[in-house]
């Protein structure tokens, strides 16, 4: 399934949680349909030592919030909306539903 969501996008979680709050798409992984969201969902990871974290110990980081918790924000609208698809001369861009913006830019 072709995810409406992308790296950037501006969201806010709807479910589970973290509802209410918004944050940006750092990484989506479509196969599994979730989304990772900055400084959301956060949980603490042991690491042992290696080349990326010298010392180790215990690291927070994100974890991933299913896709359908979450919805894009229009900037028009200031809130939440369902996400649509349309053709735009030769390109296919996303629009935003209540109110018609295109969200790609």
């Keep these: 399934m072709a995810l409406k969501i992308r790296k950037d996008d501006q969201i ?3 479910a589970g949680k973290e509802k209410g709050k918004t944050g940006k798409i750092l990484r989506v992984d479509p196969e599994k349909e979730k989304v990772y969201v900055e400084k959301l969902n956060m ?3 042991h690491q042992k030592p290696s080349a990326k974290y010298k010392h180790g110990g215990i ?3 994100e ?3 299913h896709a359908s918790n979450v ?3 229009c900037a028009k609208c200031k809130g939440p909306v369902r996400v649509g698809r349309k053709l ?3 390109r296919r861009v996303r629009f935003c539903k209540k109110c018609g913006e295109v ?3």
Aim: glycine share 4%.
């Design 43 to 45: 949980v603490k990871r």
């Design 71 to 73: 919805m894009i924000l």
């Design 59 to 61: 690291i927070e980081k």
């Design 63 to 65: 974890a991933p919030i």
């Design 88 to 90: 735009d001369g030769d």
């Design 103 to 105: 969200l790609d830019k």
């Design 12 to 14: 806010m979680v709807v």
